[in-house]
């Protein structure tokens, strides 16, 4: 009788830890001898329940899924009723998937068209464009915004498994150099005297532990997963990554010109005991030139003695009053109030190319400022059209408005 043939892979991860340890192999060690990610074979030996990030998108497109139905099966979310009438909204409006004809936005001559950036919204104020911000931004001209307010996903916070998706690099550094990138594109975007008001977190390292349980308080704060401790630094670290990225954006030219420090009263206990508890995120002010547009008369503030409003300073108080029905910490609409007069002008238009949940876009609905926003995700997407919708609900109803 044959041998039945079964390979036992249970122990698969078992014995590359036994067999990597006994050639004296650290993880990174044996990573660089492969020419792979060190999350590969944390992978491999069982660490991580998904495949690192890089290969996932790759899998999934050879496949012919999407990453989500790779990892989840036919895993999706719970959809509301709006969210139906929103995807019916964004089926309409996409006049040729398959092509991606869509243009999205006044495009040079001549360039190419990108099937996976598509513009989803577009009334006489907001443009929502869905598709990787560096794709998007290439056929953006020159000098087109006053201004740019955002903030990028944290570094090492969520692996979306989406191609393109910032945050998810295996290190610090190769995080910070994706960031450069796009903000290069920005600054090229932007006009001679704009500004970026950029807003970044910090984070702790994970001291290689890999999994955390979500985090029920906040889901915005949850970890889906943890990046191994970065080269250099312990278990524990502060990572430091605002000022990292700050001063990486400094020597690639622009003019830092403000570390405005973004106090939050409201902020979200943490269960720690040998430190204070996190209460700030940074938001930086740079600029493209030396001399730039601020209206600092806009947004002066209250002295304490009751006389004259005196120069903003550059701590602000701003509660946190998250929308909650993102998985991110979205901006609370006065911060981004504050940044929006101080950099622009009314009609003037403002950028934000990680738009999430689209506070920027109605803000400056709000305040008669056109934006464009750029949103990888197209759950976010959603999200932001259903947020923006509501502040002029006839939009979605009429897909091709302008
Ligand atoms: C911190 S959230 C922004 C939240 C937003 N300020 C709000 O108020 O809702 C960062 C966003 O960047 C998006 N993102 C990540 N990589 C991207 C990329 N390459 N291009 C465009 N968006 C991206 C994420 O999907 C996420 O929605």
Redesign the pocket.
Known sequence: MPKKCTTDISGFGNRLVALRKAAGFTQQELSHKLGVSRRMIAYYEGETEHPPTTILPRLAQALGVSADELLNGSGRREETSSSHAVAEYIHRLRPNRETGTTTIYPMEHGAKRKACVREVYHENDIRIVE????R?MAQIPDNTFQCCI?????WGLRD?G?A????AENDPDAYIADLVG?FREVRRTLREDGTLWL?IGDSYTSGDRRWRAPDKKNAGRAMSYRPPTPKGLKPKDLIGVPWRLALALQADGWFLRSDIVWNKPNCQPESVKDRPTRAHEYVFLMSKSESYFYDFEAIREPSANGQEAKNRRTVWNINTNG?HG?H????PPELVRVCLLAGSNPGSTVL?????????GLVCREYGRECVG????PD?VKI?LERIGETNPTNLASPHAR
């Open positions: 598709g990787d911000s560096r998007a955002t903030s990028p996903p944290y979306y989406i393109g998706q910032i945050g796009i807003n929308f993102a991110f910490a979205v901006f934000d190319p990680f738009f999430g949940s689209g506070t920027v750029i949103e990888l995700n976010y932001a």
